[in-house]
């Protein structure tokens, strides 16, 4: 279970409070929506929760406890066990997430410790079908190729099948339907159903209601930093009590009536 608690994140350089007492909790099974408008501040809380935000250039208060453990206080060597393996995020831009001068395939054995040629084939074949279940066909192609040669939605998807094969116990998707097809996202979201039924916790982070009430339990509203409206998805989505939850899901009424 992860909980965060009066989490605050400010820039060293110019002292502005990006994201202000963020608290809220997700248990094990569940999937919490943080939803908000562009720059609400849902992408430095996801990367603070994974660690990945530098010390030297954001202070950091407040807690994130991950099955009791203090995350914030973890040293960079037991990270290893936490990142990729308990929590996987999906980042909201997938290049960063890959090492520019290698080879995908390269990085995968890497990242998932294969060794052998027996590993490697038995793996191929698992990610053939990750792939597939996101609408990517030519695993060969995929694992043959630098992370620059592929568009930012295919790579975005590869993340999204890594992910699927790692299967942690927390996945913190952030925006991830964003940079792809409508086919593509239909199936991305398939896939996160069956990993929802299958027990894996989420977080999805997007600005889309539709997306959020499609995968959620319970959404938290971010606003300018905090959070301003936090319930269950049903009860926020059919009787929002903040002003700014209302135009959301408007927005996303009117969206899918295709009114606007
Ligand atoms: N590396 C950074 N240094 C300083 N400020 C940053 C940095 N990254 C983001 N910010 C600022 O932090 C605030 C929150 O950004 P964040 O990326 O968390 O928003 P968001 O809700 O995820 O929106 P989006 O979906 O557009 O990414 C914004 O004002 C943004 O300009």
């Given at each position: 279970m992860l909980t965060v608690t009066n989490l605050s994140i400010r820039t060293?350089?110019?002292?502005?409070?990006?994201?202000?007492?963020v608290s809220f909790s997700v248990k094990n099974g569940e999937a919490l929506g943080l939803i908000g408008e562009s720059g609400s501040g849902k992408s430095m809380t996801s990367k603070c929760i994974m660690r990945l935000l530098n010390p030297r250039l954001f202070d950091l208060r407040g807690s994130v406890q991950w099955n009791g453990k203090e995350m914030l206080a973890m040293k960079l060597n037991e990270l290893d066990g936490y990142r990729g393996k308990q929590v996987s995020m999906i980042p909201?831009?997938?290049?960063?997430?890959?090492?520019?001068?290698?080879k995908l395939g390269k990085q995968m054995e890497l990242g998932f410790s294969l060794k052998g040629h027996r590993e490697r084939t038995q793996f191929r074949g698992r990610l053939a079908a990750a792939l597939a279940g996101v609408n990517l066909s030519d695993a060969e192609k995929i694992i043959n190729s630098?992370?620059?040669?592929?568009s930012g939605g295919t790579l975005q998807r590869v993340m999204i099948a890594l992910t699927i094969l790692q299967r942690p116990e927390l996945i913190i998707a952030d925006?991830?339907?964003?940079?792809?097809?409508a086919a593509s996202e239909y199936l991305i979201l398939n896939e996160l159903e069956k990993l929802r039924r299958a027990g894996v916790s989420m977080i999805v982070v997007t600005h889309d209601f539709g997306v959020a009430a499609r995968l959620c339990d319970r959404v938290a509203v971010m606003k300018d930093g905090e959070i301003v409206e936090e319930g269950k998805m049903r009860e926020v989505f059919s009787d929002p009590q903040h002003e700014y939850t209302r135009q959301l899901v408007q927005a996303s009424v009117l969206f899918q009536e295709g009114l606007c």
């Open positions: 060293k350089q110019t002292k502005e409070t990006l994201v202000r007492s909201q831009n997938p290049m960063t997430a890959f090492a520019p001068m290698l630098y992370p620059h040669e592929l925006e991830i339907t964003t940079a792809v097809d």
